[in-house]
């Protein structure tokens, strides 16, 4: 991987005038092969709640980790979050508010009207 002494000491290089193409060419060669892998993977947090509000309390929930979801306790006790302010607070992102449109349509028991997905 290409990291902050590399970039540094090609600095030097391009001030010097010795910095060559084929530098650059071995740090993408290195980049393509290691991906980059200073970027964390992104998280998702599923919350349900019982109405449109920030401040509702939630009542379902689930966590995108590693590629799998997984499911929150069975126990509300247990869960990390009772509303989204606190994930808000805990350093997650709301990237999609609930669905207004949903509340209009037939009622249903999914909680998908009043979802939230957060991101980390």
């Given at each position: 991987?290409?990291d902050?002494?590399?970039?540094e000491?090609?600095?030097?290089?391009?001030?010097?005038?010795?910095?060559?193409e084929?530098d650059?060419?071995?740090?993408?060669?290195?980049l393509?092969?290691?991906g980059?892998?200073?970027?964390?993977?992104?998280?998702?947090l599923?919350?349900?709640t019982?109405?449109?509000?920030v401040?509702?309390?939630?009542?379902?929930?689930?966590?995108?980790?590693d590629?799998?979801?997984h499911?929150?306790?069975?126990?509300?006790?247990?869960?990390?979050?009772?509303?989204?302010?606190?994930?808000?607070?805990?350093?997650?992102?709301?990237?999609?508010?609930?669905?207004?449109?949903?509340?209009?349509?037939?009622?249903?028991?999914s909680g998908?009207?009043c979802e939230?997905i957060l991101?980390?």
């Amino acid at each position: 991987m290409v990291d902050k002494s590399t970039l540094e000491r090609w600095l030097v290089k391009l001030r010097e005038g010795t910095l060559t193409e084929d530098d650059l060419e071995r740090g993408l060669a290195r980049l393509r092969e290691t991906g980059d892998s200073t970027r964390p993977p992104q998280r998702l947090l599923y919350l349900q709640t019982r109405n449109t509000a920030v401040d509702s309390p939630v009542n379902g929930m689930s966590v995108m980790e590693d590629g799998k979801i997984h499911e929150a306790p069975e126990d509300p006790g247990e869960w990390p979050y009772d509303t989204v302010i606190d994930a808000v607070n805990d350093g997650w992102r709301i990237v999609k508010f609930p669905e207004l449109a949903l509340l209009y349509q037939e009622p249903d028991d999914s909680g998908l009207a009043c979802e939230f997905i957060l991101e980390k």
